[in-house]
Structures are given as C-alpha cells and as structure tokens.
C-alpha cells in the first residue's frame, strides 16, 4: 500500500495529525496537497510557522520542529471509505508513535480526528487531558465536515501557536531551574 511518510523526530515540539492521507495527496507525495485545503496558509497565518510555504516542502515543517501524521495510513478519498478495524489499527500505531517521538504539543487537524483516536467527544480547542505528556489541542478541519469559516479556523491555528510558544517556554524554564538546582 502505497501512502504519505510521517515527518517526525524525536522531542518535537509539535505534531499536527489528520485523519487520512486523502488519494490525491498520495498520488503527489505530499500532506494536505488538495486545492482546496487551507491547511498551509493557515499554518503560517496562525504564526506556527515563521514563513509561508506549500505542500510541495511539506517536509520542510521538521525545520521547526513540527512533525506530521495521520491517524489511518491507508488512503481514501473520504473517511467513510474507511473501515473500524483502519482506526482500531489506527488508535494502537499511533499511541506508540506519540510514545516514542515523545512531542510536547500534538494537534489533531478536526474533530473527528481526535474522537475517532479517543472514542469520545470532544470540543474544539486545549483539551483537559494530555497525551504521553504531550498538551492536545482539536483544531477544526482543513477542509473537512467541521465546516468552520477560515477565520474561525485561523483564530483556532493562532491558539495553537500560543500554546506550542507557551509550552516551549515552561519548558525551557524548567531546564534553567534544573541547571541551577
């Protein structure tokens, strides 16, 4: 089966992961490569990261830090085409993933991304639980069933980046107080 690689490291501060890698993203090698996604302009529109760019360099999101993934490897056009046993399988390769890179922040691009992981609904925005030690943000899809407007969705990418800054920062503190101990 042929599908998107991850881009993932070790210690990331970031990891954004969608539900599936649709067909046609497949078919050019790149994640969110449909005309209509807003994905990329609003990744840079939100400050997640410094400077714009489209699906051709998506491997260029490890250069600051942000990984990406998908809940279900196998493409499709949709998710409906995919069957419980794809996120059953799904759940338990990224529960591993997310154990050994080990990121700080993981974003699930839609809502039905993050309830399909965690069997459970969910708002959009920082959730109460973390994951591996990692802060979850639900960011609303880029395209997708939550149907949000682009504002809406940029306020949501814009939070994400303040969380991602906010969470670098305790961290960085908590190395110094460490150091100094």
């Not at 790149?30 to 990744?43: K, M, Q, S, T």
């Not at 993050?114 to 069997?119: C, D, K, S, T, V």
């Amino acid at each position: 089966m042929r599908t998107l690689p991850d881009h993932l490291r070790k210690g990331m501060k970031l990891v954004i992961i969608g539900c599936h890698p649709t067909e046609s993203s497949v078919r050019v090698g790149h994640y969110y490569a449909g005309r209509d996604n807003e994905f990329w302009p609003l990744i840079f529109e939100g400050g997640v990261v410094p400077e714009p760019f489209d699906y051709r360099d998506d491997k260029r999101v490890i250069e600051f830090g942000i990984g990406l993934t998908d809940l279900v490897k196998r493409p499709s056009k949709t998710a409906t085409e995919l069957a419980r046993e794809d996120f059953a399988e799904g759940r338990i390769v990224l529960s591993q993933k997310l154990e050994e890179f080990a990121p700080r922040v993981v974003a699930f691009n839609g809502k039905m991304t993050y309830e399909l992981f965690a069997q459970r609904k969910c708002k959009f925005g920082l959730q109460k639980e973390s994951l591996y030690g990692a802060r979850v943000y639900v960011l609303p899809a880029t395209p997708g069933p939550d149907m949000k407007s682009k504002s809406e969705k940029l306020q949501h990418f814009r939070k994400l980046a303040q969380l991602v800054k906010r969470v670098e920062k305790e961290r960085e503190s908590g190395a110094q107080v460490t150091e100094h101990a």
